[in-house]
């Protein structure tokens, strides 16, 4: 039976710990996840998904503050690992540890590298328009996602897809994939090769700025980063008011069509209609259709939600 250990710390990993520790012939000894984090308005230690995934399971849980520990090491080395499988862990690993288990280690990341290095490439490969991505098991080497490529596994991007549905399509569609890898890999049958040189693209790691809506660019542009940045960090924009302008949310929109536009010379984030339908903001070429928003200190609400209590008229002018 194979001894795997599993390192892995978000929900988007936990498809991958119940599929490894349900399948026969696997034996998971051990399970490497973040330190518990304050959350909440009381700052309350929550436990991250996969340790209570773990505990419900009955599997041995690690929460070393930093894998290159030299004791959290040493406990590892103890659990004796044929292999050790990591998404999503949170933490770069050194090579000591890389170098412990028999086999080494496999990452699950999701994208088909070496396009989409890095901390998000799911959002990034919706930003950017890919028609499809995917998930690759590698294995791990010291540099960031650059190890050689053991197998991979394509899916297209829907044209109205965001990122928490397409998260949640790869999760399973990682788990699937590395159960089916584990035993051709450890056979010798699936040798790592070399990821090419070209097409590396790097997916940096998000912040709340990010989401900011700039009218001035294209409405599919803006569409993508909608879709990308749903749920998180989510798209605003900046709505008239008093005293001071407010910040929009946008939670769903859509790119106007061509018979819905009222005037080609609109300025970027002028409001060009605005009614039970969602309004209509003009950007640089085209429109977008925001359809569900949600303003400051207030709940998600339809577009007819928000104008029965809001006034915003043609136009007025977004930021």
């Not at 290159?68 to 040493?74: G, L, P, S, T, V």
């Not at 090579?95 to 999701?110: K, R, S, W």
């Not at 949640?168 to 090419?196: C, F, K, N």
Request: aromatic share 6%; with cysteine; charged share 20%.
């Amino acid at each position: 039976m194979l001894r795997l250990v599993f390192m892995g710390t978000p929900d988007i990993a936990c498809p991958t710990l119940q599929a490894l520790a349900t399948t026969p012939h696997f034996q998971v000894v051990g399970v490497i996840v973040q330190p518990d984090k304050p959350k909440g308005r009381d700052l309350k230690l929550q436990p991250p998904p996969v340790k209570e995934l773990a505990l419900r399971l009955g599997l041995p849980v690690l929460q070393p503050e930093r894998a290159r520990n030299e004791a959290f090491i040493a406990q590892l080395r103890e659990l004796r690992p044929d292999l050790i499988a990591v998404l999503a862990y949170g933490q770069f690993l050194p090579q000591a540890l890389l170098d412990l288990p028999t086999h080494g280690c496999l990452n699950v990341h999701t994208s088909l590298l070496p396009r989409w290095r890095g901390a998000a490439p799911i959002q990034w490969a919706i930003l950017e328009g890919d028609a499809e991505t995917g998930v690759t098991i590698m294995r791990m080497d010291a540099g960031l996602d650059t190890g050689g490529i053991v197998s991979t596994r394509a899916t297209p991007i829907a044209p109205d897809e965001n990122a928490q549905t397409l998260h949640d399509r790869l999760a399973v569609l990682g788990a699937d994939l590395l159960v089916q890898t584990i035993p051709r890999y450890v056979s010798g049958e699936l040798v790592p090769r070399p990821q090419p040189a070209e097409g590396v693209t790097y997916a940096r790691k998000l912040t709340k700025d990010d989401g900011r809506l700039n009218w001035s660019q294209p409405a599919p542009v803006l569409h993508n980063r909608l879709r990308a940045f749903t749920p998180w960090p989510g798209t605003f924009t900046l709505v008239p008011g008093q005293p001071r302008p407010q910040l929009l949310k946008v939670w769903r929109a859509e790119v106007a069509r061509a018979g819905d536009l009222q005037s080609s010379s609109a300025a970027p984030g002028q409001v060009l209609s605005a009614d039970k339908s969602g309004f209509v903001i003009a950007c640089r070429e085209g429109a977008l259709r925001l359809l569900e928003v949600q303003k400051e200190g207030s709940r998600r609400m339809t577009a007819a939600e928000f104008l029965a209590g809001h006034a915003l008229a043609p136009g007025a002018v977004l930021g």
